[in-house]
């Protein structure tokens, strides 16, 4: 298997088309898209492209708002695009805020990003609208374009409980499953595996970031080669535990 | 980056030299070792040639583990060994039990496996003594033999709260980083890096899982290539969240 993050990505801009941005990185990388292939895309490059940049001058922070941010001891106007952006609230405590997002997942802040965000301070950079849908409409143009049936993999980094530091995490998928089910495969001596489900997706965004760094937003879209596959249509969802199946909500 | 499952690793026995397999399997792959390449090791034949299987019918369940059996629907004897392997229970429910291992992670069944265990159903295999001692020897084995300055992760599979499907995480480390600590770095406008500590560990041990696949026991030695990883003498004792910290325990 072959990770290689592409050189040459600009710097996104509000109603930049990403999928020759792609293109044009896979072809400045001195290769073609082939079948099988799967790219990862960060999901900031999709929100920068659909123009999820929020000037913080101009949000107005709610009377509910205003207490969690005293609360929690965060900005006001930030805390009301977290509640914006998320359907419940998990766990408070001071500087640390973690949300069940719109999308489903649970992590801190919303998601809300203020790094790599130009004039930070001022602005901020919420996720994609729907980033399945999003990879799945990448994954058909890079089709119609070259032919090359590819997986895509939106990604984006989350803390977790329990262990230290963030990990990739995938919140869009198209082509590939997000979750690998290996129910009822024997084992070597023919036993059913005991570890049955893989987080598919989530080690695809793991193993892109490992070359793609968080400081380097010039490598937002990693090609991942050699990975061999089961073709399926994937949701992120897949990857979501029922809050009856987990014990820690 | 380049990721190779190693070809040719045989089933192994308590007593093997996992040195002398690996080199055997780095060989039979064509390559030889480089300094800055990764090893990732599962877990798994680590507690084989450690001779960690133990035989169920010689385990005399006590008291406690009896009823924590019948709460659970587990095993009686395999509930005895997740205890000894424990220092606390996290949670328990029907057919669950999460503990925190006696090396400080969080994770179901003190990651006891019966599966890729000859005879299955008499034999459970536990984890590894000392996977951060055992990663060190390895690295300075294969250094003395080859002269290549390695990193070594012991990787293990891991479900985790809130998302489906295991993962990989790194139950030892030697000379590379199991946390990046990234803090201080500029984003691309000068700004501080948002997210700044990667688990840098769990994300490689989950690029071999992505190779090495659960069934197969024949991979489970996995070589990462091309990997700019900062040398440093981590433990993956770095990956454990304070309890203090966490907001989930």
Redesign the interface.
């Known amino acids: 298997?072959?990770?290689?993050s592409l050189p040459g990505i600009p710097?996104v801009q509000p109603g930049d088309n990403l999928v020759q941005i792609i293109l044009d990185g896979v072809q400045a990388a001195g290769l073609s898209l082939q079948s099988g292939d799967v790219l990862v895309v960060t999901s900031k490059i999709i929100s920068k492209a659909e123009g999820r940049l929020v000037r913080l001058d101009a949000v107005e922070p709610g009377e509910e708002a205003h207490k969690l941010a005293e609360e929690v001891n965060k900005d006001p106007r930030i805390v009301e695009l977290i509640l914006q952006e998320s359907h419940a609230i998990s766990?408070q405590?001071r500087n640390?805020l973690?949300t069940q997002h719109r999308l489903g997942?649970?992590s801190a802040n919303a998601g809300i990003?203020?790094?790599?965000?130009?004039?930070?301070?001022e602005y901020v950079l919420l996720l994609p609208l729907d980033p399945d849908a999003t990879a799945r409409h990448i994954r058909e143009q890079l089709r119609a374009q070259t032919g090359a049936d590819v997986g895509i993999v939106v990604s984006d980094?989350h803390g977790?409980?329990?262990?230290?530091?963030?990990?990739?995490?995938a919140i869009g998928v198209a082509g590939l499953p997000a979750?690998?089910d290996?129910r009822g495969?024997?084992?070597?001596?023919g036993?059913?595996?005991?570890?049955?489900?893989?987080?598919?997706g989530?080690?695809?965004a793991?193993?892109a970031?490992?070359?793609s760094g968080?400081?380097a937003?010039?490598r937002p879209v990693t090609l991942v080669r050699g990975?061999p596959y089961p073709r399926s249509d994937g949701t992120a969802r897949?990857?979501?535990?029922a809050p009856e199946n987990?014990?820690?909500?």
Chains 1, 2 share one sequence.
């Open positions: 298997m072959n990770i290689l710097l766990r405590a640390v973690v997942f649970i990003d203020q790094s790599n965000v130009p004039q930070s301070g980094s977790r409980p329990f262990r230290v530091g963030t990990v990739g995490v979750v690998l290996l495969q024997p084992d070597l001596f036993r059913e595996l005991h570890i049955s489900m893989q987080g598919y989530d080690m695809i793991s193993t970031q490992l070359v968080e400081g937003e010039g990975l897949d990857l979501l535990r987990d014990l820690y909500r």
